[in-house]
Every structure is written in structure tokens, then in C-alpha cells.
């Protein structure tokens, strides 16, 4: 039983850059989180997407996008890449309460370390 | 004010030593709490839920005072392996489903 994958692991872009990070949920998770976590800090909700459509949102700029596809899978763009956007990407994977069952436990990948130089 | 605050780390404590963490969070509307352990370099990893009622897991005692919106978890014979950052961390309902909201984390180190 696959964990929460993401992909790449690392990665290095100038300022001005876009950059997509990608993400697989665990098995039979069908709601993806994306976190970021500068050095440092806890991780910050950027959002979270459920069916294919973004249900919840923090306090990022419209610079940051992302979409689920129909397999759960997702993936986060950044646009126009500011230094201070250097930090560790996380993705996390749930279950839909809305489904029944109460887990409200997330499932993190190990994450993608972006650096903006 | 930050949504969920901690005690500023590090700690530093010897083995077997007990450690204390505190947290409060500021949204009266949170619902489900937890701590979560993050190594250095690696992704939050679930520690445990916390639950009005106090619960405990073998050394660890997690306990919840939601009038206080106050939140600890307490070590008892620390062990090297507890070394680690521990994130205080509330769940905010809305839309599909869990969004979490982290404190900036505690520092732990545990020495021999």
C-alpha cells in the first residue's frame, strides 16, 4: 500500500520562474492538502482540493495554483517565483469526512524542497 | 495573534527526564487537536490525537482544556529517539474536509 508521493524531491528555479510540484494521496485517499513549511516554522495550509475543485484556501497569493485530477492525483503551481518562496513543499492526503468515515488523520509525503535562488 | 502558539523551544533535557509542552490556539471553533512529530528534514508524522479527556500512549499524556482553548503534552523518561520538533496542531472544518493548522513547532533535544 503506496504512501503519499510526491515528486521531485528537490529543486532549484531563479526568481521569475514557474514551477509545478506534483503529489500521489495514499491509496483510497481522494482529498489532497498542500503545505508550506519555510525553515523554521510549522507548515502553512496553502489549500485543499476534493472532486477536482479547490474547497479551501489559506492566506496565498493567486500566485500559487493547483488542480486534482481524476485519478486523486495533484499537483501545485507556482508562478512568478520569489525568494521567499524557497521552503519545503508538503502534500497531505485524507479521506472526505463527507464520506462517513471520521478519519480526520492526514497522511504526509516527505515533501518537495524548493529553492528560489 | 498567531491561530496556534507554542512554547518557544529548544529544550534541552537529559535522558529519562519528564518535558512539558504547552499550546493555545485562538479559533473557538476547532474541533479536533493533535500532536504531531517532525524529524529534522522530514514530513509531520501523527503523534496523537488529543481529546478532552486526556489520553495517554505508553510515556506520552496528551491532555485538552477547551475553555482555556489550551493544549500540552507531556513526556515522561525521555529517550534519545525523542528528539525531534513536536507540532501543536488544530483542525479547522470546512468545505471536503480537514484543514490543519500548525504552531511553529518545540524543539526537543534529549541528551545522554
Known amino acids: 500500500d503506496a504512501g503519499v508521493t510526491q515528486s521531485p524531491t528537490h529543486l532549484i528555479k531563479t526568481r521569475g520562474q514557474q514551477v509545478t510540484l506534483r503529489c500521489s494521496p495514499k491509496?483510497?485517499?481522494?482529498?489532497v492538502s498542500w503545505y508550506q513549511q519555510a525553515l523554521g516554522q510549522g507548515p502553512q495550509f496553502i489549500f485543499q482540493?476534493?472532486?477536482?475543485?479547490?474547497?479551501q484556501r489559506g492566506n496565498f497569493p493567486d500566485r500559487f495554483s493547483g488542480h486534482q485530477f481524476p485519478n486523486y492525483s495533484s499537483e501545485l503551481n507556482v508562478n512568478a517565483l520569489l525568494l521567499g518562496d524557497s521552503a519545503l513543499y508538503l502534500c497531505?492526503?485524507?479521506?472526505?469526512?463527507?464520506?462517513?468515515?471520521?478519519?480526520?488523520?492526514?497522511?504526509f509525503g516527505s515533501g518537495t524542497q524548493l529553492s528560489v535562488l | 495573534r498567531k491561530e496556534v502558539e507554542q512554547d518557544p523551544g529548544p529544550f534541552n533535557v537529559p535522558e529519562g527526564a519528564t518535558v512539558a509542552f504547552n499550546c493555545t490556539y485562538s479559533?473557538?471553533?476547532?474541533?479536533?487537536f493533535f500532536w504531531y512529530r517532525q524529524d529534522c528534514r522530514k514530513e509531520p508524522k501523527l503523534l496523537m490525537s488529543v481529546y478532552s479527556s486526556g489520553n495517554e500512549d505508553g510515556r506520552f499524556t496528551a491532555q485538552l482544556n477547551r475553555a482555556s482553548q489550551y493544549i500540552s503534552l507531556l513526556i515522561r523518561d525521555s529517550k534519545l529517539s525523542d528528539s525531534a520538533t513536536y507540532l501543536c496542531v488544530v483542525n479547522v472544518r470546512g468545505g471536503a474536509g480537514t484543514a490543519l493548522i500548525f504552531g511553529k513547532g518545540t524543539t526537543l533535544s534529549v541528551s545522554s
Open positions: 497531505a492526503s485524507s479521506l472526505n469526512y463527507r464520506t462517513g468515515d471520521n478519519n480526520e488523520k492526514l497522511f
Open positions: 491509496s483510497g485517499h481522494d482529498t
Open positions: 482540493y476534493y472532486e477536482e475543485e479547490e474547497r
Open positions: 479559533n473557538s471553533a476547532s474541533q479536533s
